[in-house]
């Protein structure tokens, strides 16, 4: 069973048949049976995961389980009632699909859902390699079938200053490493995404930025059980202006280390060099721990302004994660190390 702290009752979660009339919202047929065939094989409660942590951090959703067949029963996604952990509402799907940054298609946020609407995600396959005992090469469908799917719904702050909640599906990030294994000099994970300018207009600039898109993690971060690998959203699977087929979701940090578009994970022994580090190292530093304390060289970072709300919010160190995570950089001086 999830120890996540959820703060939704029962009966404020949209039936499932008023939230797909009003977003007309298809159902999702083959790829949530083979999220849910992978729950019946792995088994709700084996043994490799009953002792993992679960962070009660964020609101999570897992599937349930019919005892009389063995095989997942249908779970409504998230709806526009449902809140995340500190009564904050999700973000609907239009906002979330149409105000982007993803600067492989456009530096203009809303005209990423324009140009990336012939994006071709399908086939995809995800090279995990470098310091690991066991190389793989997995396509989408061994992802979604091998490691069980959640919804979890998470916070995005942008370095920006704005900021949503959006109810992610995927599985935590560790579970994929633990898999392959990685060796004991292992330190960082690097994310490649898809270096493709026939499909990225913006991978043409070849002046202003060192593509492919890069980012990377140390080694705890992306062990922590709140770092997920998304597959999905809103009970859909993840939309091209998000990041399709997979992306990375790391709450507690800026967006912008959320790689989309992911063809590689890498286990590397020095800390890599990033997209954003090398573009501009005085204002996009390696952690990017989400810290009103620490502004930004042109804006502050005390406030900002949720996608959808007129006025502006504090801000929260840590993202509002700072129970969960903030351990991971006890000593460090996070005023130096941005």
Same mark, same amino acid.
């Given at each position: 069973?999830?120890?996540?702290?959820?703060?939704?009752?029962?009966?404020e979660?949209?039936?499932?048949?008023?939230?797909?009339?009003?977003?007309?919202?298809?159902?999702?047929?083959?790829?949530?049976?083979?999220?849910?065939?992978?729950?019946?094989?792995?088994?709700?409660?084996?043994?490799?995961?009953?002792?993992?942590?679960?962070?009660?951090?964020?609101?999570?959703?897992?599937?349930?389980?019919?005892?009389?067949?063995?095989?997942?029963?249908?779970?409504?996604?998230?709806?526009?009632?449902?809140?995340?952990?500190?009564?904050?509402?999700?973000n609907?799907?239009?906002?979330?699909?149409?105000?982007?940054?993803?600067?492989?298609?456009?530096?203009?946020?809303?005209?990423? !859902? @324009?140009?990336? #609407?012939?994006?071709?995600? *399908?086939?995809?396959?995800?090279?995990?390699?470098? =310091? /690991?005992?066991?190389p793989?090469?997995?396509?989408?469908?061994?992802?979604?079938?091998?490691?069980?799917?959640?919804?979890?719904?998470?916070?995005?702050?942008?370095?920006?200053?704005?900021s949503?909640?959006?109810?992610?599906?995927?599985?935590?990030?560790?579970?994929?490493?633990?898999?392959?294994?990685?060796?004991?000099?292992?330190?960082?994970?690097?994310?490649?995404?898809?270096?493709?300018?026939?499909?990225?207009?913006?991978?043409?600039?070849?002046?202003?930025?060192?593509?492919p898109?890069?980012?990377?993690l140390?080694?705890?971060?992306?062990?922590?059980?709140?770092?997920?690998?998304?597959?999905?959203?809103?009970?859909?699977?993840?939309?091209?202006?998000?990041?399709?087929?997979l992306?990375? !979701? @790391?709450?507690? #940090?800026?967006?912008?280390? *959320?790689?989309?578009?992911?063809?590689?994970?890498? =286990? /590397?022994?020095?800390?890599?060099t990033?997209?954003?580090?090398?573009?501009?190292?005085?204002?996009?530093?390696?952690?990017?721990?989400?810290?009103?304390?620490?502004?930004?060289?042109?804006?502050?970072?005390?406030?900002e302004?949720?996608?959808?709300?007129?006025?502006?919010?504090?801000?929260?160190?840590?993202?509002?994660?700072?129970?969960?995570?903030?351990?991971?950089?006890?000593?460090?001086?996070?005023?130096?190390?941005?």
């Amino acid at each position: 069973m999830s120890k996540f702290k959820n703060t939704i009752r029962e009966d404020e979660v949209t039936p499932e048949h008023v939230y797909h009339s009003r977003r007309d919202f298809i159902r999702l047929g083959v790829w949530a049976f083979a999220g849910a065939a992978a729950l019946a094989a792995c088994g709700v409660n084996n043994g490799s995961q009953a002792n993992q942590r679960v962070e009660p951090t964020a609101v999570q959703k897992s599937p349930a389980v019919d005892a009389t067949t063995s095989a997942p029963a249908a779970v409504a996604p998230a709806g526009p009632g449902d809140t995340d952990e500190l009564g904050n509402k999700l973000n609907t799907f239009e906002q979330i699909t149409t105000y982007n940054n993803y600067y492989e298609f456009t530096s203009d946020k809303e005209q990423v !859902a @324009v140009l990336s #609407k012939d994006f071709k995600s *399908s086939p995809w396959k995800v090279e995990v390699a470098g =310091l /690991v005992g066991k190389p793989m090469t997995y396509d989408m469908d061994d992802l979604r079938t091998r490691f069980p799917q959640e919804e979890r719904i998470y916070r995005l702050r942008c370095v920006e200053g704005w900021s949503m909640v959006i109810p992610w599906t995927g599985f935590p990030l560790h579970r994929l490493l633990n898999e392959v294994g990685p060796k004991s000099n292992a330190r960082f994970v690097r994310f490649v995404s898809l270096d493709d300018p026939k499909q990225f207009p913006g991978q043409n600039d070849i002046f202003s930025f060192q593509w492919p898109y890069t980012e990377a993690l140390r080694m705890d971060e992306a062990m922590h059980d709140l770092t997920l690998l998304v597959t999905g959203l809103y009970g859909k699977p993840l939309p091209n202006p998000n990041g399709a087929p997979l992306r990375l !979701a @790391v709450p507690w #940090k800026y967006g912008f280390k *959320s790689a989309k578009a992911i063809v590689k994970i890498e =286990l /590397v022994e020095e800390q890599p060099t990033t997209f954003w580090t090398i573009a501009n190292p005085a204002e996009y530093g390696f952690y990017a721990n989400v810290n009103p304390a620490v502004p930004h060289p042109r804006w502050t970072q005390a406030t900002e302004r949720r996608i959808g709300e007129t006025g502006r919010r504090r801000t929260l160190p840590f993202n509002g994660y700072a129970e969960q995570v903030a351990a991971l950089y006890h000593g460090m001086d996070l005023a130096v190390n941005y």
